[in-house]
């Protein structure tokens, strides 16, 4: 199972990539193995504002339908259009092509609700 260990995830499988004021947002690799063939995304609008914890979309896959939980506060910056027409692009390459949203940071921001690469392999076990 990959889980780069430059990403922060939390416990609903979501990881965060931080760079300058932004947070790149998107699903694990494990999420994905579980969900299966994922075949629609309900997805928020650039400009949007997303709470910590509360859902900013939905995920449809063969299976099931998952929400999407924001992993940090701040604003939507950029959405993957891509994954309207390919959301199997997420099965394909969650970390790269598969990003699911950019936020800008709040500046209250905080990383403490986010988990290591060490601790997140140890919460999936």
């Known amino acids: 199972m990959n889980i780069p260990e430059d990403l922060l995830y939390t416990k609903e499988h ?13 699903i694990t690799e494990f999420a994905q193995s ?3 063939d994922i075949v ?19 995920i449809e896959a063969v299976k099931t339908v998952s929400e999407l939980y924001a ?9 993957n259009d891509d994954l309207e027409d390919n959301p199997e692009k997420i099965n394909h390459d ?3 092509d598969g990003w699911i949203i ?10 403490n ?5 060490e601790q997140y392999q140890a919460l999936i076990k």
Do not use: M
């Open 14 to 26: 979501e990881w965060v990539k931080i760079k300058d004021d932004q947070a790149i947002i998107g």
């Open 34 to 36: 579980q969900l299966g």
């Open 40 to 58: 629609f995304l309900e997805l928020p609008s650039v400009g949007e504002l997303i709470n910590e914890g509360e859902s900013f979309g939905e």
């Open 71 to 79: 992993p940090i506060t701040g604003v939507i910056s950029f959405v």
């Open 94 to 96: 969650c970390y790269e």
């Open 102 to 111: 950019k936020v800008t940071l709040n500046e209250n921001f905080s990383k």
């Open 113 to 117: 609700n986010l988990l290591s690469s």
